[in-house]
């Protein structure tokens, strides 16, 4: 069990999302990074729909209120014990009732994922424990956490994954990836102007400080603004194109519709490079065929499996170790 002592910028509960609801208005919501998420789940021996917390550039810190195994994973947010000793990401480490849990931050990732022994006990609201903050939905009271809270494990005080370690050498994060972001070209490029397409890719970009869960806002050359069209559906990782010529990308709280025009949208394997972009971060983009997008994240994918294949395995064995040692 964990309690708040301080939540940093912002600690949410987040899961894999309530999709389905974009015709109400309410988005997916649910992890920013849903690799990240997955991972602290695997570690943790949570289900694929299981809760963690998500922590956003750092800063906080938490109370080990009975001792537990905390998985961590996503981007190193400079997690350590009240001591100082480093609690490193892609892990799952056994903390002691008393001891603490610090994130001094980070200059790389924007996002880590904490999970307890089959997730964090969390009600749902249609069908999902994402937090939303705009619309109330979700985690604690539809709100972010604040000092005091607590968060229990769905298996209190179940230790037994401690010590996993995730084989980033079969599947390290898609953050890793150096190189520019792909995109899938359109739907909306003709309702720019000519060669709108050319400048977009010619360019360096800055995120912005407006950077959040709701879209992530770049800075760069004014790109030609192009007409308003007949709002449309919204997905994350929309890139939209509004009246001051820079490009505003959908996250996962953003809008289920909108009018400005889409000029490209993220697919599904690059997304958790998104969900780690902070800031001042500087980016390219680049086009990519919609094929080669599926096949992307087909191989994405086998990776994550293979990946947790080897960690189960890796589990197994030391279960019979610990057996056979007994």
């Given at each position: 069990m964990l309690e708040v002592v301080d939540p940093g910028l912002l600690m949410t509960l987040q899961d894999a999302g309530r999709p389905g609801f974009a015709d109400l208005g309410i988005p997916p919501s649910g992890a920013c990074d849903g690799w990240g998420l997955a991972v602290a789940h695997l570690l943790a021996d949570a289900p694929p729909d299981g809760v963690a917390i998500e922590v956003t550039l750092g800063g906080g810190e938490l109370l080990v209120a009975e001792t537990c195994a905390v998985s961590l994973a996503g981007a190193d947010l400079g997690a350590e014990r009240e001591d100082g000793s480093p609690?490193?990401?892609g892990a799952t480490h056994r903390l002691l009732a008393g001891s603490r849990i610090r994130f001094g931050g980070s200059t790389r990732g924007a996002r880590a994922y904490l999970g307890l022994a089959g997730g964090i006990a969390a009600a749902k609201v249609l069908g999902s424990a994402a937090t939303h903050v705009q619309g109330g939905l979700g985690g604690l009271d539809g709100r972010a956490l604040r000092a005091g809270d607590r968060l229990v494990p769905v298996r209190r005080g179940d230790l037994a994954m401690a010590g996993r370690a995730?084989?980033?050498g079969i599947a390290p994060h898609p953050?890793?990836?150096e190189g520019p972001i792909r995109f899938v070209p359109g739907p909306d490029l003709a309702s720019v102007p000519a060669g709108t397409l050319e400048e977009l890719l010619a360019a360096a970009w800055r995120v912005a400080a407006a950077c959040?869960?709701?879209?992530i806002r770049?800075?760069?050359p004014r790109l030609p603004a192009g007409a308003e069209i007949v709002s449309h559906p919204l997905v994350p990782g929309a890139i939209q194109l509004p009246a001051d010529g820079q490009p505003v990308v959908i996250m996962v709280d953003g809008p289920t519709v909108g009018g400005y025009p889409v000029i490209g949208v993220v697919p599904r394997a690059e997304l958790p490079r998104l969900g780690q972009l902070r800031p001042g971060d500087d980016i390219?983009?680049?086009?990519q065929e919609a094929e080669e997008a599926r096949a992307a994240w087909r191989e994405q994918r086998s990776r994550f499996a293979r990946a947790a294949e080897a960690l189960h395995a890796d589990a197994v064995w030391h279960r019979l170790a610990d057996g056979a040692g007994g």
């Amino acid at each position: 069990m964990l309690e708040v002592v301080d939540p940093g910028l912002l600690m949410t509960l987040q899961d894999a999302g309530r999709p389905g609801f974009a015709d109400l208005g309410i988005p997916p919501s649910g992890a920013c990074d849903g690799w990240g998420l997955a991972v602290a789940h695997l570690l943790a021996d949570a289900p694929p729909d299981g809760v963690a917390i998500e922590v956003t550039l750092g800063g906080g810190e938490l109370l080990v209120a009975e001792t537990c195994a905390v998985s961590l994973a996503g981007a190193d947010l400079g997690a350590e014990r009240e001591d100082g000793s480093p609690l490193r990401p892609g892990a799952t480490h056994r903390l002691l009732a008393g001891s603490r849990i610090r994130f001094g931050g980070s200059t790389r990732g924007a996002r880590a994922y904490l999970g307890l022994a089959g997730g964090i006990a969390a009600a749902k609201v249609l069908g999902s424990a994402a937090t939303h903050v705009q619309g109330g939905l979700g985690g604690l009271d539809g709100r972010a956490l604040r000092a005091g809270d607590r968060l229990v494990p769905v298996r209190r005080g179940d230790l037994a994954m401690a010590g996993r370690a995730w084989p980033a050498g079969i599947a390290p994060h898609p953050a890793a990836v150096e190189g520019p972001i792909r995109f899938v070209p359109g739907p909306d490029l003709a309702s720019v102007p000519a060669g709108t397409l050319e400048e977009l890719l010619a360019a360096a970009w800055r995120v912005a400080a407006a950077c959040d869960r709701m879209g992530i806002r770049l800075q760069g050359p004014r790109l030609p603004a192009g007409a308003e069209i007949v709002s449309h559906p919204l997905v994350p990782g929309a890139i939209q194109l509004p009246a001051d010529g820079q490009p505003v990308v959908i996250m996962v709280d953003g809008p289920t519709v909108g009018g400005y025009p889409v000029i490209g949208v993220v697919p599904r394997a690059e997304l958790p490079r998104l969900g780690q972009l902070r800031p001042g971060d500087d980016i390219r983009l680049a086009p990519q065929e919609a094929e080669e997008a599926r096949a992307a994240w087909r191989e994405q994918r086998s990776r994550f499996a293979r990946a947790a294949e080897a960690l189960h395995a890796d589990a197994v064995w030391h279960r019979l170790a610990d057996g056979a040692g007994g």
